[in-house]
């Protein structure tokens, strides 16, 4: 079975700090991506990557960065966090083949005071 | 832009009897694939069903089917005998090719109850 894990479940930080969510998956997955999800807005996505230290912006990539320099691992960067910020986060990874699946991960719960 | 919408923010349905959740999508895509995903408490999320546009015949898997109407662009997810194990939040997902090549784009969801 594929396994996408996330380094922390909940998270607590504040306003300014800089945050580094984590993802990693085992199954040797092209493709990564990192989406928030809030109420009444679904999924949006925030930033994908197609290989390493290979990324495309997504719908909402403002306030964030990404990076990936081994295959397995995704991380998602908030360089400043800001209270409009706080939402749950999951990460996914498919193969290279587009139409493939998406596996995500079980999310990390990000509270910005 | 491709837009996913879900009109029901809340459904329920009680044990045994069958639920339907509807999804509606804006395209100007010939060829595209849609998903029902599903969010259980627990929050990883899980492929439930997929379809693919050139496909005319509904998927199923088990005790779920959809309903794809291309012309009409639905695509509604059947869940026939509910079981507690099925209360989530479902999501339906568009994937197409042009510029959103790559992702998906994701409706609002559905949050199910099931009654026992």
């Known amino acids: 079975d594929v396994k996408v894990t996330q380094s922390s479940r909940y998270l607590v930080k504040r306003t300014g700090e800089k945050v580094f969510l984590e993802c990693v998956q085992d199954?040797?997955?092209?493709?990564m991506f990192w989406y928030r999800q809030d109420p009444g807005l679904g999924l949006r996505l925030i930033y994908f990557?197609?290989?390493?230290?290979?990324?495309e912006k997504g719908d909402i990539p403002e306030g964030y960065s990404v990076s990936r320099e081994k295959k397995e691992r995704f991380s998602l960067i908030l360089e400043s966090a800001s209270t409009n910020q706080t939402s749950m986060y999951l990460c996914?990874?498919?193969?290279?083949?587009?139409?493939?699946?998406?596996?995500f991960g079980p999310g990390t719960r990000l509270t910005v005071l | 832009a491709q837009t996913v919408t879900q009109s029901q923010p809340e459904m329920s349905v009680q044990e045994a009897e069958t639920v339907t959740l509807s999804c509606t999508y804006d395209?100007?895509?010939?060829?595209?694939?849609l998903f029902w995903y599903k969010q259980p408490p627990s929050r990883q999320m899980i492929l439930v069903i997929r379809q693919e546009a050139y496909k005319q015949q509904n998927a199923t898997e088990n005790r779920f089917s959809v309903n794809f109407q291309k012309a009409a662009k639905s695509f509604s997810l059947k869940i026939s005998d509910s079981q507690l194990g099925d209360a989530a939040m479902y999501f339906c997902a568009f994937f197409g090719g042009g510029t959103s090549y790559g992702k998906l784009t994701f409706g609002q969801g559905t949050i199910l109850t099931v009654h026992p």
């Open positions: 996914a990874s498919r193969t290279g083949t587009i139409t493939d699946t998406q596996y």
């Open positions: 990557s197609y290989d390493v230290k290979m990324q």
């Open positions: 395209t100007s895509e010939s060829d595209y694939y």
């Open positions: 199954m040797d997955h092209e493709n």
